[in-house]
Nanobody, 125 residues
Framework: QVQLVESGGGLVQPGGSLRLSCAASGLTFGNYGMGWYRQAPGKERELVASVSSNGSTYYVDSVKGRFTISRDNAQNTAYLQMNSLKPEDTAVYYC???????????????????WGQGTQVTVSL
């Protein structure tokens, strides 16, 4: 049984930082791409960042230069470091594991097979 357990969400002021963690079990972690999605009220769920099995990364344009995704294959854990947070980053963030997506040689994201339960990130004064 695959389990993805997120932690690290919370309330932060604009300009602040948070680090999300996703602990995975029940799968061969190194064989999966890992990613973070988010869903704000009234909006569709979007892929924010993903990291392939070999460390290639993808970021949605709105977070480039502010967010960093990483993975520790020895600890079966993925991370999302979020800096310079903005109110528009407020959402429920979901960890996902799935298939790496490629456009030719270029890593283009993740097709999620498994989901975590989500963690709330609120950016507000």
């Amino acid at each position: 049984q695959v389990q993805l357990v997120e932690s690290g969400g919370g309330l932060v002021q604009p300009g602040g930082s948070l680090r999300l963690s996703c602990a995975a079990s029940g799968l061969t972690f190194g064989n999966y791409g890992m990613g973070w999605y988010r869903q704000a009220p009234g909006k569709e769920r979007e892929l924010v960042a993903s990291v392939s099995s070999n460390g290639s990364t993808y970021y949605v344009d709105s977070v480039k230069g502010r967010f960093t995704i990483s993975r520790d294959n020895a600890q079966n854990t993925a991370y999302l470091q979020m800096n310079s947070l903005k109110p528009e980053d407020t959402a429920v963030y979901y960890c996902a594991a799935g298939k790496n997506q490629w456009r030719g040689w270029r890593y283009s994201g993740l097709s999620a097979d498994y989901w975590g339960q989500g963690t709330q990130v609120t950016v507000s004064l």
